[in-house]
T-cell receptor, first 112, second 115 residues
Framework: SQQGEEDPQALSIQEGENATMNCSYKTSINNLQWYRQNSGRGLVHLILIRSNEREKHSGRLRVTLDTSKKSSSLLITASRAADTASYFCATDAPGGYQKVTFGIGTKLQVIP | DTGVSQDPRHKITKRGQNVTFRCDPISEHNRLYWYRQTLGQGPEFLTYFQNEAQLEKSRLLSDRFSAERPKGSFSTLEIQRTEQGDSAMYLC?????????????FGNGTRLTVT
């Protein structure tokens, strides 16, 4: 079963605009990660935020985490056509090994 | 770091045949995962290895599926008596460490089509 649920499932924006994707999850987590997947390829890790962190930045990416609401958001600023991809949040539960569970993803299209 | 390698990239097989996929993780990575992904969905967890030990197997995996990781290096995923519902992208990922903050490195997957 899939732990996370991304919202929206599809997003289309113009190049230069910001893109915001949200992720909600069900159980407590150790950390939350965001991945990107280009069509027909494997996933690429973008950023990891620990459960005790609230915000993290990496280049044009900004991730927030609200553990009280069990939600996270990924903001891509100044989007480019090359950002067109599917974006997935992934979580792993406390204890045991790092079993990483993915959401269903947000398909982002950036129109040049 | 040559990345995670999966072979083959594509496999077309007839229903009832057996297929085997191979994954070569990043060499120093001790953790290895298999996921299955269908169109429009996120990756679904199938199984996990820490070194050569298979620590968890999803209920998604029927007894037609088996995975191995001999000597804690490469891994194979075998599907016996394939069914059309097995058609999917099979993704392998590896990570390093004993903690819970290691990102997964994915291969480009093996796309299986069962006709």
């Amino acid at each position: 079963s899939q732990q996370g649920e991304e919202d929206p499932q599809a997003l289309s924006i113009q190049e230069g605009e910001n893109a915001t994707m949200n992720c909600s999850y069900k159980t407590s987590i150790n950390n939350l990660q965001w991945y990107r997947q280009n069509s027909g390829r494997g996933l690429v890790h973008l950023i990891l935020i620990r459960s005790n962190e609230r915000e993290k930045h990496s280049g044009r990416l900004r991730v927030t985490l609200d553990t009280s609401k069990k939600s996270s958001s990924l903001l891509i600023t100044a989007s480019r056509a090359a950002d067109t991809a599917s974006y997935f949040c992934a979580t792993d539960a406390p204890g045991g090994y790092q079993k990483v569970t993915f959401g269903i993803g947000t398909k982002l299209q950036v129109i040049p | 770091d040559t990345g995670v390698s999966q072979d083959p990239r594509h496999k077309i097989t007839k229903r009832g045949q057996n297929v085997t996929f191979r994954c070569d993780p990043i060499s120093e990575h001790n953790r290895l995962y298999w996921y299955r992904q269908t169109l429009g969905q996120g990756p679904e967890f199938l199984t996990y290895f820490q070194n050569e030990a298979q620590l968890e197997k999803s209920r998604l995996l029927s007894d037609r599926f088996s995975a191995e990781r001999p000597k804690g290096s490469f891994s194979t995923l075998e599907i016996q008596r394939t069914e059309q519902g097995d058609s999917a992208m099979y993704l392998c990922a590896s990570s390093l460490g004993t903690g819970n903050n290691s990102p997964l490195h994915f291969g480009n997957g093996t796309r299986l089509t069962v006709t």
